[in-house]
């Protein structure tokens, strides 16, 4: 049961582009939505992360959009660069008990190509 | 500044052949975990530990054992590899609470043939 959908599994643009990857949960007892970036050969690390009482946030090139009421929530990367070329995951986590937050669920990725 | 270390960094088993993955942490984190990766699938939860002596399934333990040693490491055992279990494992740890960064290792690469 895959509780996060992430879309595309695949993304390919140009320099300068604004690639957007969709996320959709359905557990809602989340409330801690971070977004992962990974190279090939590492590990994942934190981009960016949002809770749900808030709509947008931005770090940089990156947003994240979230709407609560659809359950749904995006990433935006401006201005898109050949360096942000690599997977990208959303994920999603919850408290039950105040030690649930590293107990992600992710999305399966989604693969972002940036052409020079 | 090393984070989260894991090793081996691959490892080619026989099926039915045992295996231990270790976990080290540097950041004093109270809460650790091993997460699989595969193809199509984003990375799954195996096995968490809490705090220092807990230890508690995630999503996909079957076939896997953990042993929270002390604060700073965390293993993950196979007990009888299964070619099932070919997959990229990762560690991770955090400083327990809502919003706190959680960090990976740089992953293990397993093959069971």
């Known amino acids: 049961q895959q509780q996060v959908k992430q879309s595309p599994q695949s993304l390919i643009v140009q320099k300068g582009g604004i690639p957007i990857i969709n996320c959709a949960y359905e557990n809602t007892a989340f409330d801690y939505f971070p977004w992962y970036q990974q190279f090939p050969g590492k590990g994942p690390a934190l981009l960016i992360a949002i809770r749900p009482d808030v709509s947008e946030k931005k770090e940089g090139r990156f947003t994240i959009s979230f709407n609560k009421s659809a359950k749904q929530f995006s990433l935006h990367i401006m201005d898109s660069q050949p360096g942000d070329s690599a997977t990208y995951f959303c994920?999603?986590?919850?408290?039950?008990?105040?030690?649930?937050?590293?107990?992600?669920?992710f999305g399966q990725g989604t693969i972002l190509t940036v052409h020079p | 500044n090393a984070g989260v270390t894991q090793t081996p960094k691959f490892q080619v088993l026989k099926t039915g052949q045992s295996m231990t993955l270790q976990c080290a942490q540097d950041m004093n984190h109270n809460s650790m975990y091993w997460y699989r990766q595969d193809p199509g699938m984003g990375l799954r939860l195996i096995y968490y530990?809490?705090?220092?002596?807990?230890?508690d399934k995630g999503e996909v333990p079957n076939g896997y054992n953990v042993s929270r040693l002390n604060k700073r490491e965390f293993s993950l055992r196979l007990e009888s590899a299964a070619p099932s279990q070919t997959s990229v494992y990762f560690c991770?740890?955090?400083?327990?609470?809502?919003?706190?960064?959680?960090?990976f290792g740089e992953g293990s690469w397993l093959t069971v043939v």
């Open positions: 991770a740890s955090n400083r327990q609470g809502r919003g706190n960064t959680i960090y």
């Open positions: 530990s809490a705090s220092e002596g807990t230890t």
């Open positions: 994920a999603a986590s919850g408290n039950a008990g105040g030690t649930s937050y590293g107990k992600l669920t």
